[in-house]
């Protein structure tokens, strides 16, 4: 193709940005920008009663927190309802639409028969030979829908995911283009929209297949090529089953709150149904451009794994600088009383070199905001599994801390080696290994059982703080 590709993404407001519509939405931009070509933005909103604003906002936010940024819109699809009803009159003109008379019950006795024979298309096609200008005539009293006349034959498409898809046409009923009320349906609108904003390439979930052979048929019937469609794959849950809130959070806002990173949310979301030549797994957000390409989406449905997605993100957060991270997690950390403003800015340095030691170790933003708390001058909280293992006699602990303090309260100016061979000495000339004295120092100056390396814990965390841990730990213990 020589003109470069348009996409749009087209959410209905519901009121969040779910996985789904920001898979969808992903996958539209990383083309737009891998091609150089232009992603309009519309929200579908024709239902104007529960297309409020707010539900709007809901979704550029979840977009703008996922750093998807659109060139056109948003535009709204009700602002377009005039063109809408103009193409339903050309339709109706041509003789490709016809009024439909039919009243709620006439309705309802054709679906109880078309269910009884096990017919896939429920209308009849009763109108369709109502001559035009009795219809016309009627229409000025009766209340009316209008319907899409389907042709004969199938409906046929190259599907860049699925590959040749075919209905036929007899399998589907001559749909409603336009409401009673005189509003457009979704099939009608979607065509109308689609044409006026040039959209070459249409991306969207696979749950829109069965929409497609009708937006097909309505293009032809306005004498237009149909654009390039490309169903992205179902999302499933673990069980198999499609994703839904049963399996965890599906807003994508959710996971912002739980402390997961755009980049590595959107990493995680481009592995949902779509995988680069050589199987790379962890990618920042200008790779995934790179590399992006719509044929290779998987036609198979996409599991949603959490352990993945923490996974994932952990990763990011490792390769993310700890000075970003010292942005990230600073107010959470002023917010909960772990520390102050003052605290980080006087002490910019030290914190990065906090983050630098703990960030390989978090998955999200929040456990990074556990990881770095015991480093702050705060009390730790004793984790009771820790204590259950580490300190399960209290007095042989508090024998070994104590001489452990006395030891390393000797050096005034602590170092990495200096500190680890104090300790080893002393654990040979209490007969016991080192790790009986590390895993409870561990409890006790961190509240954990697992931190990064015990000595060099202890050079950040800094003298003063340890030696009143190690006190108030043996405080502890002797109450218990
Ligand atoms: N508004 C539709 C939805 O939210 C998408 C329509 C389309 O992509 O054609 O599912």
Redesign the pocket.
């Known amino acids: 193709m020589a003109d470069s590709p348009r996409v749009?993404?087209?959410?209905?407001p519901?009121g969040f940005l779910h996985v789904g519509?920001a898979r969808?939405a992903l996958f539209n931009w990383l083309f737009a920008r891998h091609e150089g070509g232009i992603l309009v933005l519309r929200i579908?909103d024709t239902d104007r009663e529960r297309s409020q604003s707010e539900l709007t906002r809901a979704i550029l936010d979840g977009l703008s927190w996922l750093g998807i940024t659109w060139d056109e819109g948003p535009y709204h699809q009700a602002d377009g309802i005039e063109r809408h009803r103009a193409d339903v009159r050309r339709l109706l003109d041509s003789g490709a639409a016809y009024r439909c008379f039919c009243t709620p019950e006439q309705l309802e006795e054709m679906r109880d028969v078309a269910r009884e024979k096990g017919r896939a298309a429920a209308y009849d096609g009763r109108c369709r030979d109502i001559p035009s200008d009795e219809a016309e005539r009627r229409a000025g009293t009766e209340p009316f829908t209008v319907r899409f006349r389907m042709p004969g034959g199938d409906t046929v498409w190259e599907d860049i995911v699925g590959g040749t898809v075919r209905f036929k046409n007899s399998d589907i009923e001559d749909f409603i283009i336009l409401r009673t009320d005189g509003t457009p349906t979704?099939n009608l609108a979607?065509v109308s929209d689609?044409l006026e904003m040039r959209i070459s390439h249409?991306v969207?979930?696979a749950?829109?297949v069965s929409?497609t052979p009708k937006?097909i048929q309505i293009y032809r019937a306005l004498g237009l090529e149909p654009p390039i469609f490309c169903h992205v794959p179902l999302i499933m849950g673990p069980d198999g089953k499609r994703l839904s809130k049963r399996h965890g959070a599906t807003a994508v806002g959710e996971y912002r709150t739980s402390g997961f990173l755009s980049s590595g949310m959107n990493n995680f979301l481009a592995l949902l149904g779509w995988s680069p030549k050589d199987d790379t797994e962890v990618m920042e957000v200008d790779e995934l451009i790179a590399r992006f390409s719509l044929d290779r989406i998987n036609v198979k449905p996409a599991v949603f794994d959490h352990e993945k997605l923490e996974w994932l993100n952990g990763q990011h957060i490792a390769n993310t600088s700890s000075r970003r991270l010292a942005e990230l997690v600073g107010s959470t950390l002023i917010k909960t009383g772990v520390t102050t403003e003052e605290e980080l800015k006087t002490r910019s340095e030290w914190f990065d070199s906090v983050l630098d030691l703990v960030k390989t170790r978090a998955r999200t933003l929040n456990e990074l905001c556990e990881r770095v708390r015991p480093f702050f001058s705060i009390d730790v909280e004793f984790d009771p599994a820790a204590v259950k293992k580490h300190w399960k006699h209290p007095e042989e602990v508090i024998d070994r801390l104590s001489k452990l303090r006395s030891e390393l309260s000797k050096e005034d100016e602590w170092n990495e080696e200096e500190l680890e061979s104090q300790l080893r000495v002393l654990a040979e000339l209490m007969g016991v290994g080192a790790g009986k004295l590390i895993h409870p120092l561990r409890v006790a100056i961190t509240g954990s059982a697992v931190s990064p390396g015990i000595f060099e814990v202890m050079i950040v965390m800094g003298r003063e703080l340890v030696l009143s841990r190690i006190d108030s730990a043996i405080r502890h213990l002797e109450g218990a």
């Open positions: 749009r993404f087209a959410p209905s519901t519509g969808t579908e979704y979607v689609d249409v969207r979930g749950d829109h929409n937006q």
